[in-house]
């Protein structure tokens, strides 16, 4: 419990770093999304409280955009059962699996969230 | 323990729900409120440390830019000395006719705190307090459009950038070296997201090149007049189009800094 409340305020911190520091070091006008970065690694190691600390991951990041709360949560919280669906099917971490699914997730949550802002 | 988890799931999402729809605005703003001396800390130092890796990377061709800066300023004195004869002539034209003069913007400074990663929104300091409405556009000090108010909360703005894929407005293209008299050549500014713009609807015919300047125009009045908004770039003339196909690099991009300033006297008309 103690150190999911850690991780839920290293989440915060890079929630703020991503949004008002890595701006300024855009590539193509684009910004790396390292929450979804650190939800990938929570669910691909198998993370305990995977599931919650994507939910909560998305809720933060939702605080920090024009979302309604619980969008990103949502989005991550499908990717992250997705991810550990996919892992009793991939037994074996290889690197093709992993560029694979990581960018899976990245299409994934940039389609879904696209489509909910036009819509909103 | 299963019905336990249950529960709390539907705790959470009724939760949600019910701030959702009465308690947004006022969470996100106790949220940016608690951790704004955070973000603008970090601005200020990815601001800093992107000006000098820029510096770093960009230290070879520096002297060559400085011979060709030096040789436009050369060219600048001579069109300024152009332009201050001009503007005595059309005061004095002004004040003949009995124009009222211009008024100039009224500003309220604004401090850039963050950007979204997904969509062109910025987040800046001061809101609804302060007198900030839907539909304002932000400026930088050298008049340089960044974009316009798209929420307003108590204490802070969300900002729709001029490259979102929602903006769109009409803007004037005039040559970088405007010597001879020349068509007046306008256009719409359609953002792109990730910070590009594309200049839409200009037709074949007219003559525009890499690097004429692009302003804003108030003719759909969705900004002022006279707003610098970027240059000409990526010019592709199609022998099956109407229109050009080009692109502007906007000026904002280099000069998101963290002060900002709203113009008061100013509402695009979509919000009026």
């Not at chain 1, 691909?44 to 979302?67: C, E, Q, R, V």
């Not at chain 2, 909360?153 to 950038?161: E, I």
């Not at chain 2, 759909?220 to 099956?240: C, H, I, M, R, W």
Request: aromatic share 12%.
């Amino acid at each position: 419990m103690k150190r999911d409340l850690i991780l839920i305020l290293l989440i915060y911190f890079l929630v703020l770093f991503q949004q008002s520091f890595l701006p300024h070091f855009e590539v193509y006008g684009m910004i790396p999304n390292l929450v979804l970065v650190l939800v990938f690694i929570f669910n691909i190691s198998d993370h305990k409280s995977g599931l919650a600390l994507s939910f909560f991951a998305g809720l933060i990041l939702d605080i920090y955009s024009g979302m309604p709360l619980g969008v990103s949560g949502l989005l991550f919280l499908i990717m992250a059962i997705l991810i550990k669906k996919s892992l009793k099917f991939f037994q074996k971490l290889n690197i093709f699996y992993l560029i694979a699914m990581f960018s899976f997730c990245l299409i994934f949550y940039n389609i879904l969230l696209n489509l909910i802002q036009t819509k909103l | 323990m299963k019905i336990n988890k249950v529960v709390l799931i539907i705790i959470i999402i009724l939760l949600l729900i019910f701030i959702n729809k009465f308690f947004l605005d006022s969470t996100k703003n106790s949220f940016y409120n608690i951790t704004s001396p955070v973000q603008s800390f970090f601005w200020r130092i990815g601001d800093s440390s992107s000006n000098f890796l820029q510096s770093f990377l960009e230290a070879k061709s520096l002297k060559k830019d400085n011979q060709e800066i030096l040789k436009q300023n050369q060219n600048f004195l001579v069109d300024i000395q152009e332009i201050r004869n001009l503007k005595k002539e059309n005061q004095e034209l002004k004040q003949v006719l009995d124009f009222e003069l211009n008024k100039e913007f009224e500003l309220i400074l604004v401090e850039s705190m963050s950007r979204e990663t997904n969509g062109d929104f910025i987040l800046v300091s001061g809101g609804a307090e302060i007198g900030i409405l839907k539909g304002m556009p932000v400026i930088t000090k050298e008049k340089v459009i960044v974009g316009s108010i798209d929420k307003v909360y108590k204490d802070f703005s969300r900002v729709l950038l001029i490259s979102n894929k929602e903006s769109n407005f009409d803007v004037e293209i005039q040559k970088r070296d405007n010597d001879e008299e020349v068509d007046e050549i306008y256009g719409l500014a359609q953002g792109k997201g990730n910070l590009k713009i594309d200049l839409e609807l200009v037709p074949q015919e007219k003559d525009i090149t890499e690097g004429d300047i692009v302003f804003t125009t108030i003719l759909a009045g969705v900004f002022p007049k006279g707003l610098l908004v970027g240059e000409v770039k990526n010019l592709k003339n199609s022998d099956v189009s109407t229109f050009q196909e080009v692109e502007i690099e906007p000026y904002f991009k280099n000069n998101l800094s963290e002060i900002l300033f709203v113009i008061k006297n100013f509402i695009s008309k979509e919000e009026i």
